[in-house]
């Protein structure tokens, strides 16, 4: 039972570069979120998915692009990579969607460098 | 402007006592919070919760207690064990913040717990 999924686990880009982190999901979770933390600045929510075909803004959302590929997949991308991008990207899942009091589980994250 | 808000960056505690981390929100609108652990290189993972409608919840080792007319939180570890050293982060959410939530949450800047054996 592998739970949330994140590839890859480490990589350097270099300033104009564009990637795209991949999650992926089998708790058959409908709500997928995408964080990113910064020292000093606890977790702060990028983009999320309340379930399969949609997807929001979260408080961070400038320079990133989601897509919610299917109901277990949910991919963040960068299309070009600025070195205040340099973070630790975590992806989350949650059971239900509007008004849960599920707690997300999450992966354990993509450090991503960018020069 | 920080909704949730964990003011202690760092506790050290001597094994088999008490750890007590503290947690701050603003936002009224919040209805349930969390408390998360993580390890480095790892991700946060989920210890415990508690609704607003509750002052306590205890599992274990673990006791969150919430006090509504102060916006505060806290999580009590009794007794505090080697193992227990990391990053615990608050969170918090609402049915309505802002709108429809969406089970999302705001988290806490995060406090580094040590407990020296």
């Known amino acids: 039972n592998a739970g949330v999924t994140q590839t890859p686990k480490f990589q350097v880009l270099k300033t104009g570069q564009s990637m795209t982190l991949q999650c992926a999901q089998d708790m058959n979770h409908n709500s997928m979120y995408w964080y990113r933390q910064d020292p000093g600045m606890g977790l702060r929510l990028i983009y999320y998915?309340?379930?399969?075909?949609?997807?929001d803004k979260g408080e961070v959302p400038n320079g990133y692009n989601v897509s919610r590929l299917n109901k277990r997949e949910f991919s963040l991308r960068l299309e070009s990579a600025a070195p205040s991008q340099t973070s630790v990207y975590f992806c989350a899942s949650s059971e239900r969607g509007q008004g849960s009091h599920q707690p997300q589980h999450f992966g354990d994250g993509t450090r991503l460098s960018i020069l | 402007d920080q909704q949730v808000k964990q003011n202690s960056p760092s506790l050290s505690v001597q094994e088999g006592r008490i750890s007590i981390l503290n947690c701050d929100y603003t936002?009224?609108?919040?209805?349930?919070f969390l408390w998360y652990k993580k390890y480095p290189a790892e991700g946060p993972t989920f210890l415990i919760s508690i609704s607003s409608i509750k002052d306590k919840n205890e599992d274990g080792r673990f006791t969150v207690f919430l006090n509504k007319s102060a916006k505060h939180l806290s999580l009590h570890i009794v007794p505090s064990q080697p193992g227990d050293s990391a990053v615990y982060f608050c969170?918090?959410?609402?049915?309505?913040?802002?709108?429809?939530?969406?089970?999302?949450?705001?988290f806490g800047q995060g406090t580094i717990l040590t407990v020296h054996p």
């Open positions: 998915s309340a379930s399969e075909g949609t997807t």
């Open positions: 969170a918090a959410g609402g049915s309505l913040v802002g709108g429809t939530s969406y089970g999302k949450l705001t």
């Open positions: 936002n009224s609108m919040f209805d349930y």
